[in-house]
């Protein structure tokens, strides 16, 4: 194990080695990174409550530090969360999703407005032909809002071939239907060897998924039981929030929470997901176990049972429904279709033949 430790004589950073050192050394110092004390400054007398064991790490960081998110019991470790901060980045573009409408009201042209004042779409992924690289496949996770600026809407788009979270679309001002329309854009726009898998959070939300079949878009989230059979008849797309020790919202993040541990891992045994976005990081802090329920949320909605708040966890719940919807999207084969400039005569010839696709099947751009 490797620690980094400041000289109190020229303040020049040092590696010292824990395993190298004599024990009356190793007593001076914790070799956590400061995971134990939430990342704060240590001091002489922090470090003498540290070693009273009767002190919990809940307790300490109520009593002493004062840290809400440490005062109850959070559901992604502190330690991860570290780890995951030390991956962020800002992402490489930000912009919006510009699309047009044909004649018969359908998602006609797509593209990505660079800049400007709504930026509304991070995209953390490379961008090739100013489009996701073709030969990946991905998937695409709501979870939304009204539109009335309380809270936000959101889609992640997740590379389900190298288990990054290239693009989170976040806006509080679109309604449902509006919304809907952006997705769908969206969907055509991100692309790859099968069209993205659209999964979304369908509690009380009817309008969205009557929006994506009047534009046509078919390639969805179909619900599966506990045995992971999907739902045949019914009220079957997009995923729907429980609460409960068995409740599909527990389910999804732990699954999550695996996930994220896995990504930090060279040689992952199972579904990894990569995460560069600070902001998420600090909302995934604020999940807690709630008390008297076996339920989780953000912390700021222990006490809140009037209605809406300015945060409610919106990008997390977003992500990790994406991550739990890759069971039902395979990786893209890495082949690319090959690029036509849009002007070009094979661009055209393509778009005609698409478009007479899409009239045979009755305006439907993909299904299942």
């Known amino acids: 194990m490797i620690k980094i430790v ?4 020229n303040n020049i950073p040092v590696k010292l080695i824990e395993s190298e050192l004599p024990d009356e050394y190793k007593k001076l110092f914790y070799w956590d990174a400061n995971i134990s004390n939430f990342g704060m400054p240590r001091t002489q007398w922090l470090d003498k409550f540290e070693r009273d064991k009767a002190i919990t790490l809940r307790g300490k960081s109520q009593n002493i530090l004062c840290i809400d998110s440490g005062s109850t019991d959070m559901f992604f470790q502190f330690g991860l969360l570290e780890k ?10 930000k912009g919006d999703i510009g699309y047009t409408l044909d004649k ?18 991070s995209w953390w992924g490379v961008l090739k032909n100013a489009r996701p690289f073709q030969g990946h496949n991905f998937v695409v996770g709501c979870d939304l809002s009204k539109g009335t600026g309380t809270t936000n809407s959101v889609a992640a788009v997740l590379n389900v071939n190298t288990n990054e979270i290239e693009g989170l679309l976040i806006t509080p001002y679109l309604s449902v239907i509006d919304f809907a329309e952006k997705v769908v ?7 790859g060897n099968t069209p993205p898998l659209l999964i ?56 999550l929470d695996g996930s994220l541990h896995e990504g930090l891992k060279e040689n992952p045994r ?24 076996v339920d989780i949320g953000p912390a700021s909605m222990q006490t809140e049972t009037s209605g809406a ?35 070009s005569f094979m661009a055209r010839k393509e778009a005609k033949e698409r478009k007479d696709e899409r009239q045979k099947s009755g305006g439907k751009l993909w299904w299942m």
């Not at 400041?6 to 004589?9: D, P, S």
């Not at 998420?280 to 709630?290: C, P």
Request: net charge negative.
């Open 270 to 293: 199972f579904a990894a997901l990569k995460l560069y976005d600070e902001q998420t990081i600090n909302e995934l802090e604020s999940y807690v176990w709630f008390e008297g329920r």
């Open 200 to 255: 979304w959070e369908e509690n009380g939300a009817p309008d969205f998924l009557k929006r994506v079949d009047e534009l046509g878009y078919y390639n969805l989230f179909v619900k599966e039981d506990k045995s992971g059979k999907k739902n045949k008849s019914g009220n079957k797309y997009g995923w729907r929030s429980t609460s409960g020790p068995n409740g599909t919202k527990v389910e999804v993040m732990n699954y």
């Open 185 to 191: 854009a969206l969907c055509e726009w991100v692309g």
């Open 309 to 343: 708040k300015a945060s409610h966890g919106d990008r997390v719940i977003a992500i990790s429904i994406t991550n739990y919807g890759r069971r039902q999207q395979q990786p893209g084969n890495g082949q690319e279709s090959r690029f036509y400039s849009e002007n």
């Open 104 to 121: 018969d009201g359908y998602v006609y042209d797509t593209w990505f407005e660079n800049g400007g004042d709504n930026n509304i779409l």
């Open 6 to 9: 400041q000289q109190f004589e």
């Open 84 to 93: 995951l901060r030390d991956k962020t980045r800002q992402p490489y573009y």
